[in-house]
Nanobody, 121 residues
């Protein structure tokens, strides 16, 4: 069974930085598109960033120039580097990944459990 495990969240002051990690554990043939969503209280879920298997990236306008998504295919790991954090970035951040378990199987989407990011002085 594949699990996505996130880490790196926490409390940071405005202007600070955090780096989130998302590791896919278990036996995997290939990980395709992966990305990060966030959900703040009283707000809609927002797609923050996405990266495909060719490392082509896309970002929400609200984080462009401040966040960087990357991946290490050898480690089945994705990262979200968050700089110049603002209080409005406070949310639970979830990673997801489109994964094929065996070369003959179809792709499925997997989600992490979420990690809290709080930006506050």
């Amino acid at each position: 069974q594949v699990q996505l495990v996130e880490s790196g969240g926490g409390l940071v002051q405005p202007g600070g930085s955090l780096r989130l990690s998302c590791v896919a554990s278990g036996s995997i043939f290939r990980m395709y598109r992966m990305g990060w969503y966030r959900k703040a209280p009283g707000k809609e879920r927002e797609l923050v960033a996405v990266i495909n298997s060719d490392s082509i990236t896309n970002y929400a306008d609200s984080v462009k120039g401040r966040f960087t998504i990357s991946r290490d295919n050898a480690k089945n790991t994705g990262y979200l580097q968050m700089n110049s954090l603002k209080p409005e970035d406070t949310a639970v951040y979830y990673c997801y990944a489109n994964i094929r378990l065996q070369f003959w199987s179809h792709n499925s989407e997997y989600w992490g459990q979420g990690t809290q990011v709080t930006v506050s002085s």
